[in-house]
């Protein structure tokens, strides 16, 4: 079972900026062309969990409308890891986020519907205060 591992929660002010980090002990995350897909989920108390942000083992990426032009999605194949930088922070983005992967690229329909996702992390604390 391919695990996943996210890190770079935490708590900031209204305007300030976090880094998310997803890696897997195994080199599978960020191998250009192997097929290997990886978004990032939110989940906030009482809420449905929703796709933030997505990316293909090419690089082609993905937002939400909610997070467009704040956040960046990015891969770095060295480290094995698939970011999530998040700039311009608002109140509403506090959640618990996820990393997801998959075999394969869902499409653009789908990709935001965490049913297609197979692999999860353990979810990372977001808060932004006003």
């Known amino acids: 079972q391919l695990q996943l591992l996210e890190s770079g929660g935490g708590s900031v002010q209204a305007g300030g900026s976090l880094r998310l980090s997803c890696t897997t002990p195994?080199?599978?995350?960020?191998?250009?062309?192997?097929?290997?897909?990886v978004a990032w989920f939110r989940q906030a108390p009482g809420k449905e969990r929703e796709g933030v942000a997505g990316t293909d083992s090419y690089g082609n990426t993905i937002y939400s409308d909610s997070v467009k032009g704040r956040f960046t999605i990015s891969q770095d194949n060295a480290k094995n890891t698939v970011y999530l930088q998040m700039d311009m922070l608002k109140p509403e983005d506090t959640a618990m986020y996820y990393c997801a992967g998959n075999w394969g690229w869902p499409g653009l329909a789908e990709w935001s519907d965490p049913n297609v996702w197979n692999y999860w992390g353990q979810g990372t604390q977001v808060a932004v205060s006003s």
């Open positions: 195994t080199s599978t995350l960020t191998h250009t062309y192997n097929g290997f897909a």
